[in-house]
Each structure stands twice: as C-alpha cells, then as structure tokens.
Nanobody, 125 residues
Framework: VQLQASGGGLAQAGGSLRLSCAAS????????LGWFRQAPGKEREFVAA????????AYADSVKGRFTISRDNAKNTVYLQMNSLKPEDTAAYYC???????????????????WGQGTQVTVSS
C-alpha cells in the first residue's frame, strides 16, 4: 500500500487542523493505520492509531482528548482531527500502515511496514 499525507499547515495555538492520508490498494480496509510525528532534533513519536474496522483506537497521552483518528474505508483514507493545538504539536506528521499489528504494538513505529511522506504542522503561540 502507498500512503499520501496532506492537510498540514500553519495554525495558531488553540486552533484546529485536519490531516488526511490517502492510500492506494484494494486491501486498505485490512490495515491498521497510525499517525506519528517528529519534531526537529527529536525522535519520531506515536500520536494515534486505529484498527482495520475502526473499533479500536489508541492515543498518546499528550494528544488524548484533543486529537481524533478516524478512517473511511470506502475512500481509502485515514484522518487525524487536531483540536486545541499547542506549539508543542509542531512537527512533521507521518501516516503509517501495517496488516499484521496487534493492538499492543500500535504505538511502536518499528512494526509499521508502510509509511507516507510527512506533512508539516506548525503551531504558533
């Protein structure tokens, strides 16, 4: 599967952005999808993940209650709605996919086989 992330940009603190990640391939609906982010000089970190059927989700503590991950299997797209943005949310955001992940592995980037290019999110104070 190939992934294409979009929707990044500049937002003010307290504002919102919605990221999208469009995937190619007929088997999209069978993939676990995740969002990760990487700020300059920092390691890539987990943001959110969603199971193949959308029933199970996971969030980093730093975004819980502010970000929402969702997917539309008919459109082969996963979304990340980001509300109440903070300057510390500034990073390049990456979507990722894998067919075999179990829920306990959602937060570990090394287990995702497919990655999209990053989309930059910048939050000003």
């Amino acid at each position: 599967v190939q992934l294409q992330a979009s929707g990044g940009g500049l937002a003010q603190a307290g504002g919102s952005l919605r990221l999208s990640c469009a995937a190619s391939g007929r088997t999209f609906r069978s993939y676990v999808l995740g969002w990760f982010r990487q700020a300059p000089g920092k390691e890539r970190e987990f943001v959110a993940a969603i199971s193949w059927n959308g029933v199970s989700t996971a969030y980093a503590d730093s975004v819980k209650g502010r970000f929402t991950i969702s997917r539309d299997n008919a459109k082969n797209t996963v979304y990340l709605q980001m509300n109440s943005l903070k300057p510390e949310d500034t990073a390049a955001y990456y979507c990722a996919a894998d067919r075999t992940l179990i829920q306990s592995a959602y937060r570990n980037a090394r287990y995702y086989a497919h990655w999209g290019q990053g989309t930059q999110v910048t939050v000003s104070s």
